[in-house]
């Protein structure tokens, strides 16, 4: 598979290309809602799009969130300014989130964005509109943000690549916090060497976010695949029998090996203990007075103040910041959240371990793309269910790549790579050279030359 | 009665704790940035210059410096604090378990930890403003065990931390700050963010006379927060039962674990240990040695360079004189010299000679006024009472010069008029011999 970045360049444009290509983008935008903002001024350059969460001067950064409507950045994110200073690339728009980051099907938000593939669909989370716009142009590429899944998920519901890369390797400066030790910014393309261009566009130490640490990138190829079996049990019927037939086809080329993780297995509370710990005092600063939403009457006790202007979080943010605050209150810290971090080093021993041998293979999701309208029916519980196979090399600050690898019923499904720490351009080596046979499909290819 | 504190101090940074802008700002507002307000997305960037400082006052508070330190976020609401948590250490703190000697006490130090100061509150009539300028500007605060268990104690564990702070170089012109943790009985009463050593009196009076009644009366004492209301010279309640609960501290994902074994620290000097060292065999108490020298390092310089030469009451006394009548804010070495020799001769340094002194003339100093038979008598006094030093003259008639210096000096009279009267005197003295 070629890049669309190299092939775009590459080529003359009509004369009118960005004018043309904007009108549909409006009109394709408001049946699938990708884009919270448009910039309509781009004229030259490979279009990428930023999740809501990056902070882009002077365009509204909302994160999903009415507490921050209107909240238009002073300063871009290291990410964009370094993506704004490359002349390949130019500024396409804001693409739609769940509200913070909370949510595994991009509907925690007031207007979520569509499926790619049937609007009737769900586009998944949190980075929906990201991958929805992924999937909508051909030549474009969406920076987005994983905390627990964020990238993964929506790329394999829009049969995208969803690339997140290691922990500390792409700077979070100008990255809208929602677990500070998990948000990975990385990046959904339609084909790997898209992601890598832009992974090595953006990546590299940063002053600015003492944990962009990780310099050296490696791509040590693994010739096994571990396949986890108490957690591929979880996975619909329907999943298992395609990702059986995923791993049927690599068995020409890798020993396949199915084992026990019980660290991966019992990832998802950790997981969501602290993230919701992290969150609960990322979310405290909204208060009401300095930017986003502001408050009219000042004339109140700021108790009364701040607890007036914070009624305007979403259902699923009030519940990570109610959660997230008792846990980590003086009486049971020790019990949740503390526990929570001896596993999380337990997991990231355990993988580390497996990783050094091999890749950890899953599907992405353990379901087929759900309709929004049965997303909505879901516990809490039940959806976090969902991140069953993401949150393990989220929280252990893994590099990983969604891929689509079979349609059913005319929807995309994705297969999720692990690798160790470091090693991402392994991983961006594999679906290379499995998108060498296999033929990806799009509904719509905006902006086709 | 036991006493805890909880110090803040301000580091000298020129920068503030977790981003470039200025400490030295003056018009509000104007020294800011996405970090130092928490604008979404903006990250901590750790001064090393504030680690080192507090590093430095850890290490002189006899702490074990942790190699790895990590902060942690404190969470609560309050309009002057932008992220509505504050980046502040616990475990991870840059030293814990150490002390400050107070004469012979040891007073225990917990913790000592670097966190970000708060923005501003002013209050304008109905209005509250906000100025951002000391939002995240470095603090230091030390926190010591209860191990304070009077006024006076309290008074001079300030004094010799202020001395230690001194002179490591951590300006303290802004007055030092401090929660006071004060229990008669079994309960704590905290009174939160008392300024200067005179206000940290008042309230610690204000509380034993508060709490000895309610003990007193057999009430209980309320676990609470307290502030000092310097007017009334009173505290009152501000918030029941604070607890750690409430602040539900987590690790600071952002600033991770910082190795600082590699880093550099000034050396501490602690003045009352010094003063004890100086007095030591001179007619001068330790205390009056370490009053002078606790806030003046240029003192303790000028004790050090003469004390070989002159008395430390002469030298002490030739401070004091300076800083009573000198100009510059410290007094050169030559001033000094000719200060302390002058007093050697017994004489009061006025003001007039100071001034002489500074501008490179010759003192102006008062002589004693005798008539011609006094000073007759005098000397005649004085020689009869040294034949040794009259047999040594016959032989070196340069010895005239020490007789004259010794007369003079020993009361108070100018060189010249002694020598005027001495020599006839000499001179018939000698040819008797």
Not at chain 1, 138 to 165: Q, R
Not at chain 1, 387 to 415: K, Q
Not at chain 1, 419 to 448: M, P, Q
Not at chain 2, 409 to 418: D, F, I, Q, T, Y
Request: charged share 25%; net charge negative.
């Amino acid at each position: 598979m070629t890049s669309y970045i190299e092939e775009f360049n590459g080529i003359e444009k009509p004369k009118d290309y960005y004018d043309d290509l904007f009108v549909q983008l409006e009109k394709l935008n408001d049946e699938y809602h990708a884009f919270n903002v448009i910039n309509k001024d781009a004229d030259c350059g490979f279009l990428f799009g930023t999740k809501a969460n990056i902070c882009v001067k002077g365009f509204e950064t909302d994160a999903g969130s009415k507490m921050l409507k209107g909240y238009a950045p002073s300063f871009n994110a290291t990410a964009v300014e370094r993506m704004l200073s490359d002349k390949r690339f130019a500024f396409a728009g804001v693409t739609g989130m769940d509200e913070f980051g909370f949510g595994t099907f991009g509907t925690n938000t007031e207007v979520p964005a569509r499926n790619a593939f049937d609007k009737e669909y769900a586009a998944g989370g949190s980075s929906s509109g990201a991958a929805v716009a992924a999937a909508l142009m051909k030549y474009h590429v969406s920076i987005a943000e994983s905390t627990g899944g964020s990238i993964a998920t929506p790329a394999a519901l829009n049969g995208v690549v969803g690339f997140t890369p290691t922990y500390g390797s792409v700077s979070r400066y100008g990255l809208i916090d929602y677990a500070n030790s998990l948000d990975k910014i990385g990046v959904m393309a339609r084909s790997s060497e898209d992601a890598r261009i832009v992974f090595d566009r953006i990546r590299g130490r940063d002053e600015y976010d003492t944990t962009c640490a990780v310099e050296k990138i490696t791509s040590e190829r693994r010739k096994k695949i571990f396949v986890i079996n108490g957690m591929l049990e979880k996975a619909d019927a329907s999943i298992k029998t395609s990702f059986e037939k995923l791993l049927n086809r690599l068995g020409n080329a890798y020993e396949i090996e199915h084992v026990d993780s019980s660290m991966m297995e019992m990832a998802i509370a950790p997981y969501y203990i602290i993230a919701m710990a992290e969150a609960s005092t990322n979310l405290a600063k909204y208060t009401g007075y300095k930017y986003g939403l502001m408050a009219e009457d000042f004339y109140k006790q700021y108790n009364e103040f701040f607890t007036d202007v914070r009624e305007n979080f979403g259902m699923e943010a009030k519940r990570r910041i109610l959660l997230g605050t008792f846990i980590r209150s003086a009486s049971v810290k020790d019990k949740y959240y503390t526990k929570a971090l001896v596993i999380r080093s337990m997991l990231i021993r355990e993988m580390d371990r497996m990783l050094k041998e091999g890749y950890i293979l899953s599907p992405t999701l353990p379901i087929k793309a759900p309709r929004i309208a049965d997303v909505r029916k879901l516990s809490p519980v039940e959806s976090y269910s969902m991140d069953l196979f993401t949150i393990p090399p989220n929280l252990g600050g893994f590099p990983h790549i969604s891929f689509p690898y079979d349609y059913v019923d005319g929807m995309p499904l994705g297969a999720q790579l692990v690798t160790g720490h470091g090693n991402d351009y392994a991983i961006l080596d594999f679906v290379k050279s499995w998108e060498e046979g296999f033929e990806y499909r799009y509904k719509t290819n905006l902006g086709e030359l | 009665m036991k006493i805890g504190l909880e110090v803040h101090v301000a580091l000298p940074t020129r920068s503030k704790l977790f981003c470039s802008c200025s400490t030295e700002a003056a018009e509000p507002n104007s020294s800011i940035c996405p970090i130092c307000m928490g604008f979404p997305g903006s990250k901590p960037m750790l001064n090393r210059g504030a680690v080192e400082a507090a590093m430095g006052i850890a290490n002189a508070l006899h702490c074990p410096i942790n190699r790895g330190i990590s902060f942690v976020r404190k969470v609560y609401f309050y309009p002057d604090l932008p992220k509505s948590y504050q980046i502040t250490q616990m475990e991870g703190a840059v030293g814990s378990n150490g002390y400050l000697a107070i004469g012979e006490k040891r007073i225990r130090i917990r913790r000592v930890q670097i966190e970000e100061d708060p923005a501003q509150i002013i209050r304008d009539g109905a209005l509250t403003l906000i100025d951002f300028n000391r939002s995240g500007t470095p603090l230091v605060e030390i926190v010591t065990e209860p191990d304070i268990s009077s006024e006076e104690e309290m008074r001079s564990f300030i004094s010799s931390l202020r001395s230690m702070l001194y002179y490591l170089g951590v300006d303290i012109n802004k007055e030092i700050k401090a929660d006071v943790n004060i229990s008669m009985a079994e309960t704590r009463v905290e009174v939160k963010n008392v300024t200067g050593i005179k206000n940290m009196i008042e309230t610690l009076r204000f509380e034993i006379e508060r709490q000895t009644e309610l003990i007193r009366a057999g009430e209980e004492i309320a676990r609470e927060t307290r502030g000092y209301n310097e007017k009334s010279k009173s505290t009152q309640t501000l918030r029941e039962k604070e607890s750690d609960e409430e602040y539900g501290y987590v690790f600071e994902p952002d600033l991770t674990v910082f190795d600082i074994a590699e880093l550099k620290f000034n050396e501490p000097v602690y003045a009352n240990d010094v003063a004890v060292g100086l007095a030591n065999g001179t007619d001068v108490s330790p205390r009056t040695v370490s009053e002078i020298i606790m806030l003046d390092r240029d003192s303790l310089r000028q004790i050090e360079r003469l004390r070989g030469r002159h008395s430390l009451r002469s030298i002490i006394h030739g401070i004091e004189r300076y800083k009573k009548y000198g100009r510059a804010g410290r007094v050169a070495d030559k001033v000094l010299d000719n200060i302390v020799l002058l007093i050697e001769e017994g004489k009061e340094v006025p003001k007039e000679a100071i001034v002489d002194l500074e501008s490179g003339k010759e003192a102006r100093v008062e002589y004693s006024q005798l008539s011609d038979e006094q000073l007759d008598e005098l000397i005649n006094k004085y020689l009869e009472e040294n034949p040794a030093l009259v047999r040594e003259y016959v032989k070196q008639p340069k010895t005239i010069n020490l007789i004259i210096e010794n007369i003079a000096r020993g009361n108070g009279l100018h060189p010249k008029e002694v020598a005027r009267k001495l020599m006839p005197i000499l001179a018939k003295v000698a040819e008797g011999k």
